[in-house]
């Protein structure tokens, strides 16, 4: 199920965003700072290029591109 992110608060969205742009293997060498990273996801967001997913059974949420998540989850 996908979730609005502008239907989570403040302080959830940001622990969402700083796990996404901590996630191993994001960095790949890239020296660019970590409030950047963090402004070009909410750009992504908010641009509809990222989605929020949240997992029913496990009652998980998590960051993704939205290229990534399969077309069936998107048309839910």
Request: aromatic share 4%; proline share 5%; net charge negative.
């Amino acid at each position: 199920m996908l979730i609005p992110h502008d239907q989570l608060s403040a302080v959830a969205l940001e622990g969402l965003i700083e796990d996404f742009v901590t996630r191993d293997g994001t960095d790949n060498g890239d020296d660019t700072p970590f409030a950047t990273r963090i402004e070009r996801v909410r750009r992504a967001l908010e641009k509809g290029q990222a989605v929020i997913l949240f997992d029913k059974p496990t009652g998980q949420c998590q960051l993704c591109l939205r290229h990534q998540v399969p077309r069936e989850l998107l048309e839910e």
